[in-house]
């Protein structure tokens, strides 16, 4: 096994947003008729979009939501409440528009499309399904390298071709047994112990939990020698649907896009992605709270604040699709609130 060579462009450096259209619209936020900070968070939403557009008043139209799924080799070994065949149902179900994300989407008029990495079940070409497989499935990472180095360019190239111009870029995952995926991931990137991260996922009960936490341990332990960059560690112990959001995030931020990061798996594929290009971490917001065991700690890990917590454990992108209508009412706040001055309300002393 050769050690991950990665893509070219995941060295790019990505440009900051723009420090003086954040200060423009921090002072516009004074302006406007309501006690200073009052808009706690939407406040600060405001500010950061002023900066990655650019301007004092952003707007959010333009959304593009991609969820990418795959199947995972570890599912084998039980980890998952639900079998792998639901992987490709669910890939199906996206594109008729019945999953929550889907139904999230639509609300949001967004960009929406799956993208297939691969598989274990058939899925019929649909006009929302992008086909982008790699291979039938990750391999059992508690054996062996979950993927190839040629593999894993693969995913991350396939993620990175999704990113495109737009407002706001929203990735989605689906992959029986990605929550073992991602835990390892987490594990090995944090150096954390697999009890602190790994949790129950869809929904698996105490003794599954235990066999879950034992083979990431049992993983992490194979691959010790390996796992001493990002690149390599997502090679060992990830899934392509989660390179396949690296890529994107990446990818969209070069191209001055920020990202909604969604729940427990968004995030491991978040953390990659920062290691990989430091760059990146401004561009990314953090849309919710996982009820993901992990995710408050990967979360504390990476300094990020989620904007919602609503107990959902659900992934595809949802809590990021439910956060993107905050972040638009946020943004409708600060453009369209009457000043002090417009409205004749007298401003503190
Ligand atoms: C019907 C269904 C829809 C889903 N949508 C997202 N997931 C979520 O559950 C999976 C991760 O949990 P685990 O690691 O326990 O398999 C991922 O596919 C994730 O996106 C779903 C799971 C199911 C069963
Ligand atoms: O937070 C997530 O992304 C998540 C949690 C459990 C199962 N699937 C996804």
Not at 65 to 80: C, E, K, L, N, P
Not at 227 to 246: D, H, K, M, S, Y
Not at 254 to 280: E, H, N, R, Y
Not at 302 to 326: F, T, Y
Request: include cysteine; proline fraction near 4%; glycine fraction near 10%.
């Amino acid at each position: 096994m050769t050690t991950a060579t990665i893509p070219d462009w995941v060295n790019h450096v990505i440009t900051a947003p723009s420090a003086s259209a954040e200060a423009e619209a921090r002072a516009h936020q004074t302006q406007l008729t309501k006690p200073a900070g009052s808009l706690g968070r939407l406040e600060s939403l405001a500010v950061a979009f002023a900066g990655f557009q650019g301007c004092v008043k952003p707007t959010l139209e333009r959304i593009v939501i991609r969820v990418f799924a795959a199947d995972h080799g570890i599912a084998a070994q039980g980890t998952s409440a639900y079998p792998q065949e639901v992987t490709a149902q669910m890939l199906a179900n996206f594109c008729h528009g019945g999953a929550a994300v889907s139904v999230l989407a639509g609300l949001l008029d967004a960009d929406f499309r799956a993208v297939n990495l691969g598989c274990v079940g058939k899925v019929a070409p649909h006009k929302n399904l992008i086909d982008n497989t790699i291979a039938s499935a990750t391999a059992d990472f508690s054996s062996a390298p979950a993927m190839t180095a040629e593999r894993l360019s693969a995913a991350l190239n396939a993620g990175f071709a999704q990113a495109q111009q737009g407002d706001l870029f929203i990735g989605g995952e689906m992959g029986i047994g990605n929550t073992t995926s991602a835990a390892a991931l987490l594990a090995a990137l944090f150096h954390l112990a697999p009890e602190a991260i790994t949790g129950k996922g869809t929904g698996i009960d105490e003794a599954t939990l235990a066999r879950k936490t034992q083979l990431i341990g049992k993983a992490l332990k194979l691959h010790r020698d390996q796992l001493t960059n990002p690149a390599a560690i997502l090679q060992r112990l990830g899934g392509f649907e989660i390179a396949a959001l690296v890529g994107a995030y990446i990818g969209s931020a070069q191209q001055g896009v920020p990202v909604l990061v969604d729940g427990f798996i968004s995030t491991a594929a978040a953390a990659i992605a920062v290691a990989l290009q430091p760059t990146l971490a401004p561009w990314l917001l953090y849309a919710h709270l996982s009820n993901e065991s992990g995710h408050k700690l990967a979360l504390n890990k990476l300094n990020a604040q989620p904007i919602l917590a609503l107990d959902m454990r659900l992934g595809e992108g949802s809590g990021a699709a439910l956060a993107a209508g905050v972040v638009r009412q946020a943004l409708a706040l600060h453009n369209t609130m009457a000043t002090f001055a417009d409205a004749g309300v007298s401003h503190a002393d």
